[in-house]
T-cell receptor, first 110, second 114 residues
């Protein structure tokens, strides 16, 4: 079983739609969680950290469910510029490596 | 404020050759991590350097080695290249002393092994 699993998609949605991605992780000792965004042939960039209480940044909302070991990302009012791959990232206490999922590809259609 | 810079951006090698990739971390950062990203996959952790020492290593063979210099810049060396080493190699920097968790990535070095 992969340490971090994501549905690779692609998710094709119309502009203005709401779309949600889930990510599951296998290590219950996982400590920190992030969503990174990666545009085609570019480097990953931090979209947002994910906190136990959930957090929101504009149209983006991230949630963490430790009991079920998954994190989610909700994008409201999708824009064409949201088209990208969204990478789920998990770290574990006592290690220095960030474990990335394979990414979920989103395409927002005009 | 300079971000993470990597060189070269693209390179082509043949099987059995050796390659050296270079990375300069974001200004003020002291920690450098290297990741390999194959097509259609997420980045995979190779190793991390701090204070010129390898702190942790991922599941990569000894053909992958690295170095960190006193100015915090880093090199990734891959010996005896295989076709499967073709990938985007990403360098990421962070600031361990402040506990900042965000990784800042360079644009990567795209390696093609023929």
């Amino acid at each position: 079983r992969k340490e971090v699993e994501q549905d690779p998609g692609p998710f094709n949605v119309p502009e203005g739609a709401t779309v949600a991605f889930n990510c599951t992780y296998s290590n219950s000792a996982s400590q920190s969680f992030f969503w990174y965004r990666q545009d085609c042939r570019k480097e990953p960039k931090l979209l947002m950290s994910v906190y136990s209480s959930g957090n929101e940044d504009g149209r983006f909302t991230a949630q963490l469910n430790r009991a079920s070991q998954y994190i989610s990302l909700l994008i409201r009012d999708s824009k064409l510029s949201d088209s990208a791959t969204y990478l789920c990232v998990v770290t574990t206490s006592g290690t220095y490596k960030y474990i990335f999922g394979t990414g979920t590809r989103l395409k927002v259609l005009a | 404020d300079a971000g993470v810079t990597q060189s070269p951006t693209h390179l082509i090698k043949t099987r059995g050759q050796q390659v050296t990739l270079r990375c300069s971390p974001k200004s003020g950062h002291d920690t450098v991590s290297w990741y390999q990203q194959a097509l259609g996959q997420g980045p995979q952790f190779i190793f991390q350097y701090y204070e010129e020492e390898e702190r942790q290593r991922g599941n990569f063979p000894d053909r992958f080695s690295g170095h960190q210099f006193p100015n915090y810049s880093s090199e990734l060396n891959v010996n005896a290249l295989l076709l499967g080493d073709s990938a985007l190699y990403l360098c990421a920097s962070s600031h361990l002393r402040t506990g900042e968790r965000e990784l800042f990535f360079g644009e990567g070095s795209r390696l093609t092994v023929l």
